[in-house]
Nanobody, 121 residues
Framework: QVQLVESGGGLVQPGGSLRLSCAAS????????MSWYRQGPGKERELVAG????????NYADSVKGRFTISRDNAKKTVYLQVNSLKPEDTAVYYC??????????????WGQGTQVTVAS
């Protein structure tokens, strides 16, 4: 059974930091690209950061560059998102995503249930 379980969210003051984790099970984690998305109140889900299967490449939304860092530990089957210098506009549910192209027209795409991050004083 495929599972992605996020943790680490919470209430934090502006300027604060959190470390989000996503523990994976039930699939070949090291073969998958991993990403973090978020969905704020009244907003569409957006890509925050991504990392390739072997950590060769990372990418970030412009709004979080220099503040967020994505990393992964394939031995622990876990992906992390270090979020620093948080702003109220970072308030959202943060979702973990695993993605792998298996073949022509066949993509495996898995989602976690999300973890709430609230930035407020």
């Amino acid at each position: 059974q495929v599972q992605l379980v996020e943790s680490g969210g919470g209430l934090v003051q502006p300027g604060g930091s959190l470390r989000l984790s996503c523990a994976a099970s039930g699939f070949a984690f090291s073969a998958y690209a991993m990403s973090w998305y978020r969905q704020g109140p009244g907003k569409e889900r957006e890509l925050v950061a991504g990392i390739t299967s072997g950590s060769e490449t990372t990418n970030y939304a412009d709004s979080v560059k220099g503040r967020f860092t994505i990393s992964r530990d394939n031995a622990k089957k876990t992906v992390y998102l270090q979020v620093n210098s948080l702003k109220p506009e970072d308030t959202a549910v943060y979702y973990c995503n695993a993605n792998r192209k298996i073949g022509p027209g066949w993509v495996n795409d898995y989602w976690g249930q999300g973890t709430q991050v609230t930035v407020a004083s």
